[in-house]
Nanobody, 117 residues
């Protein structure tokens, strides 16, 4: 059973930076999309960013210009570099692998990101 393990969450001040990592426990992921989502308290989970197998990236408007998604296929890992963090970035962040239409097959367990003033 493939597991996605996230790391790098924690507490940051507004204007600061964090980098999240998500590594797969097994498998080969060269030809799949990878993505990040987040869920704030009392809100639905929302799309943050995704990177295709070819390296094409997409971002939500709320993080565009501040967050950068990247991947290392050899390490089975996707990253999310988060700069200029805002209070509204506070959420549990989830990674996802293998997009199928609008659905994603594999999900991480989530990592908390808290931004304070």
């Amino acid at each position: 059973q493939v597991q996605l393990v996230e790391s790098g969450g924690g507490l940051a001040q507004a204007g600061g930076s964090l980098i999240l990592s998500c590594a797969a426990s097994e498998g080969t992921w060269f030809w799949v999309d990878m993505g990040w989502f987040r869920q704030a308290p009392g809100k639905e989970r929302e799309f943050v960013a995704e990177i295709s197998w070819s390296g094409r990236t997409e971002y939500s408007d709320s993080v565009k210009g501040r967050f950068t998604i990247s991947r290392d296929n050899a390490k089975k890992t996707v990253y999310l570099q988060m700069n200029n963090l805002k209070l509204e970035d506070t959420a549990v962040y989830f990674c996802a692998f293998q997009k199928d239409g609008r659905n994603w097959k594999y999900w991480g367990q989530g990592t908390q990101v808290t931004v304070s003033s």
